[in-house]
């Protein structure tokens, strides 16, 4: 694939707006957020909902064009390669330059975005997402995550049973850390992506998400969470008992194959959004690191701290140098960011990219915050300034959509052609 670093112009324009709003809206109120964790920031999100329509009323579009759904014709022939994932991944680490919290309260599809466009059908894409191209701002979210099931996600235990008399699927169990559960659960109609098992002992092979909507009886937030970072954003808990939904709120076949026949179709609709949301955190990433790295750079050319364009290395102090470590690992994890989206867009697979990239943005985020707290002492450590908050807001990137280990071994088991048993 050739390799071109400059960004169309429409990517660009939009990416020159989400900054604006990083700016003149999200740092102002950024400190707020995170002393008043469960406020939801509403003047940000009436700015931001009339874009994210048309961003989402283009994606469903392209995507029912794509299925030649909605009774339009697939397209063929030669076609404008896509952008939509640059693009999309330009403006979250736009958005998270600005906070990275407040823009996971951004009104949108999101997860259950990611996981209906990854395996819905055209008329579940239709019927779902056309919501988020209109009306109030709405939410999406997905609940993979129990109190017994985090990084091996095969190991959950909520229960989808069909009833054959209403033909409506009854789902029971509890989600944990479900991000903007409550704004999708109750605050509008949104819906939740929920992960359950058909029949637990078919393990991974018996694993299905289904489409909750809001308000849905059965369906209970229990708890939102105080958390050390990313206070601005949403995160619940949610039960669900005896939770009645249609039959076609199934992603994907309900048909069940035995795991001896080697098909684990639901486990790997998992891990298709996954390789469309795990770029997205490395994104995420990205902005938190270039904040405190260019407040960081900033202040210390305040006091004369700056790095000369042509130095041997022997000549450069200490901190001249972890600046310039800092600068390398936020652009090379950025590129591997990139790189993954654009294998998106060109339709080629990008599980290992997508994997790779939020291993080296969740590591680099986390480490250029420490350093920049470390660099600027007293002024790093104060709450007067914000590095002290990107410092906790880094570290959940490393956590979710896979922690570091889990994304690690994903990597690791690609590369080595080694299987889930053999390398655990
Ligand atoms: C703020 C926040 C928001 C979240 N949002 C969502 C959401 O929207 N939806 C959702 O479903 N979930 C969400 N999560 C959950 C998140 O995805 C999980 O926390 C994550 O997958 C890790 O699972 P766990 O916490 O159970 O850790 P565990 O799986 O218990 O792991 C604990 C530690 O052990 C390590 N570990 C585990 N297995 C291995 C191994 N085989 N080799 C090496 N190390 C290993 C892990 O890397 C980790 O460091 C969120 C979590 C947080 C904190």
Same mark, same amino acid.
């Given at each position: 694939?050739?390799?071109?670093?400059?960004?169309?112009?429409?990517?660009?324009?939009?990416?020159?707006? %989400?900054?604006?709003? =990083?700016?003149?809206?999200?740092?102002?109120?950024?400190?707020?957020?995170?002393?008043?964790?469960?406020?939801?920031?509403?003047?940000?999100?009436?700015?931001?909902?009339?874009?994210?329509?048309?961003?989402?009323?283009?994606?469903?579009?392209? %995507?029912?064009?794509?299925?030649?759904?909605?009774?339009?014709?697939?397209?063929?022939?030669?076609?404008?390669?896509?952008?939509?994932?640059?693009?999309?991944?330009?403006?979250?680490?736009?958005?998270?330059?600005? !906070?990275?919290?407040?823009?996971?309260?951004?009104?949108?599809?999101?997860?259950?975005? =990611?996981?209906?466009?990854?395996?819905?059908? *055209?008329?579940?894409?239709?019927?779902?997402?056309?919501?988020?191209?209109?009306?109030?701002?709405?939410?999406?979210?997905?609940?993979?995550?129990?109190?017994?099931?985090?990084?091996?996600?095969?190991?959950?235990?909520?229960?989808?049973?069909?009833?054959?008399?209403?033909?409506?699927?009854?789902?029971?169990?509890?989600?944990?850390?479900?991000?903007?559960?409550?704004?999708?659960?109750?605050?509008?109609?949104?819906?939740?992506?929920?992960?359950?098992?058909?029949?637990?002992?078919?393990?991974?092979?018996?694993?299905?998400?289904?489409?909750?909507?809001?308000?849905?009886?059965?369906?209970?937030?229990?708890?939102?969470?105080?958390?050390?970072?990313?206070?601005?954003?949403?995160?619940? %808990?949610?039960?669900?008992? !005896?939770?009645?939904?249609?039959?076609?709120?199934?992603?994907?076949?309900?048909?069940?194959?035995?795991?001896?026949?080697?098909?684990?179709?639901?486990?790997?609709?998992?891990?298709?959004?996954?390789?469309?949301?795990?770029?997205?955190?490395?994104?995420?990433?990205?902005?938190?690191?270039?904040?405190?790295?260019?407040?960081?750079?900033?202040?210390? =050319?305040?006091?004369?701290?700056?790095?000369?364009?042509?130095? *041997?290395?022997?000549?450069?102090?200490?901190?001249?140098?972890?600046?310039?470590?800092?600068?390398?690992?936020?652009?090379?994890?950025?590129?591997?960011?990139?790189? %993954?989206?654009?294998?998106?867009?060109?339709?080629?697979?990008?599980?290992?990219?997508?994997?790779?990239?939020?291993?080296?943005?969740?590591?680099?985020?986390?480490?250029?915050?420490?350093?920049?707290?470390?660099?600027?002492?007293?002024?790093?450590?104060?709450?007067?300034?914000?590095?002290?908050?990107?410092?906790?807001?880094?570290?959940?990137?490393?956590?979710?959509?896979?922690?570091?280990?889990?994304?690690?071994?994903?990597?690791?088991?690609?590369?080595?052609?080694?299987?889930?048993?053999?390398?655990?």
């Amino acid at each position: 694939m050739p390799i071109e670093f400059k960004l169309p112009e429409h990517v660009e324009n939009q990416t020159n707006l %989400s900054k604006m709003l =990083a700016v003149q809206v999200m740092r102002k109120i950024s400190r707020h957020y995170d002393e008043h964790e469960h406020e939801r920031p509403w003047e940000y999100i009436n700015v931001i909902w009339p874009f994210m329509q048309q961003i989402e009323a283009a994606d469903l579009k392209r %995507s029912m064009r794509r299925n030649g759904g909605n009774g339009s014709k697939p397209k063929e022939g030669k076609k404008r390669p896509s952008t939509a994932n640059v693009r999309l991944l330009h403006m979250i680490e736009a958005l998270s330059w600005g !906070d990275a919290g407040i823009y996971l309260d951004t009104p949108s599809s999101a997860l259950a975005g =990611a996981a209906i466009n990854a395996v819905g059908t *055209p008329e579940q894409k239709e019927r779902f997402l056309k919501r988020f191209t209109e009306g109030e701002p709405k939410w999406g979210a997905m609940a993979i995550t129990e109190p017994q099931a985090g990084s091996d996600t095969s190991a959950i235990q909520a229960t989808a049973t069909l009833d054959p008399e209403t033909n409506e699927w009854v789902l029971n169990g509890e989600k944990i850390f479900v991000t903007s559960g409550s704004l999708a659960g109750k605050e509008s109609p949104g819906i939740i992506v929920v992960w359950a098992t058909l029949d637990r002992s078919l393990g991974r092979a018996g694993m299905r998400s289904f489409v909750v909507e809001a308000g849905t009886p059965g369906m209970t937030i229990t708890k939102q969470e105080e958390k050390l970072g990313i206070r601005a954003s949403d995160t619940v %808990s949610i039960v669900f008992e !005896d939770c009645r939904i249609p039959y076609d709120n199934i992603l994907g076949s309900a048909e069940l194959v035995k795991p001896d026949e080697k098909k684990t179709k639901g486990f790997k609709g998992a891990m298709k959004t996954f390789d469309a949301s795990r770029p997205m955190v490395a994104a995420s990433a990205v902005g938190i690191a270039r904040a405190a790295f260019e407040f960081t750079r900033d202040k210390l =050319a305040e006091q004369g701290i700056t790095i000369p364009e042509y130095a *041997p290395h022997h000549q450069l102090s200490a901190i001249q140098c972890d600046l310039i470590q800092m600068e390398m690992e936020l652009k090379a994890a950025w590129l591997l960011t990139i790189r %993954s989206a654009a294998l998106m867009d060109a339709k080629q697979p990008n599980s290992i990219e997508a994997s790779m990239c939020k291993v080296k943005a969740g590591k680099a985020v986390t480490a250029i915050t420490q350093k920049c707290v470390e660099l600027l002492g007293p002024l790093g450590y104060s709450r007067e300034f914000l590095v002290e908050k990107w410092m906790r807001d880094a570290k959940i990137n490393d956590i979710f959509e896979g922690t570091g280990q889990i994304n690690t071994l994903i990597v690791a088991r690609r590369i080595l052609g080694y299987s889930r048993r053999e390398l655990k």
